[in-house]
């Protein structure tokens, strides 16, 4: 894993010079498809045959994708394909976003929660979970039902749980201490 993350660095931070904050967003989308696709091992066989052609895994990129790829993202696969450099695209991606988010003075943040939660849930809670740790957050939710019910917010290292869950591994520790 170390070697991928050695190896995607340079794209990342190529990449991010090239684009800045200003384009960020849109990168991150065709740079999350890309990732996707090339994360699948099926990909990964078919692009070390030596019968498929390097327009025909830049097609098979491009295709993933919505709507026209701007050169700058065209060019850039067309450099990790013919480097041979595919299975660092999912780091690439991540290293990327982690620019971003350094340069925007942010951070990803998944929230599992038990119930699936509306968007103007995550609006009232995203200014009560800045404020705990301190800097914007980028929200995603993934479903938990093992939570029972409430929330665990996982940013980086840190942790808040404030799941029915934590709390009765909370008593059950209290009763037995």
């Known amino acids: ?26 990168v991150q989308q065709w740079l999350d498809a890309f990732a996707e696709v090339a994360a699948s091992e099926d990909v990964q066989r078919v692009a070390q045959s030596p019968k498929v052609s390097r327009e025909q895994l830049l097609s098979l990129f491009e295709s993933v994708v919505q709507g026209d790829l701007p050169q700058l993202a065209k060019n850039f696969l067309a450099t990790v394909i013919d480097n041979d450099r595919l299975p660092a695209l999912p780091m690439i991606a991540a290293q990327y976003r982690g620019l971003v988010n350094a340069q925007q003075g942010a951070a990803d943040a998944v929230v599992y929660s038990a119930f699936p939660l509306s968007d103007a849930e995550l609006d009232g809670l995203r200014p009560v979970l800045e404020k705990r740790f301190g800097r ?15 929330i665990r917010v996982v940013v980086g290292d840190e942790e808040f749980d404030t799941s029915i ?13």
């Open 1 to 26: 894993m170390a070697e991928l993350a050695t190896i995607a660095r340079p794209y990342a931070e190529a990449l991010f010079k090239a684009t800045g904050v200003a384009g960020a967003e849109q």
């Open 165 to 177: 869950k934590a709390r009765l591994e909370q008593m059950k520790a209290a009763l037995t201490a």
């Open 136 to 150: 914007k957050l980028n929200l995603t939710v993934q479903p938990d039902a093992s939570l029972i019910g409430g």
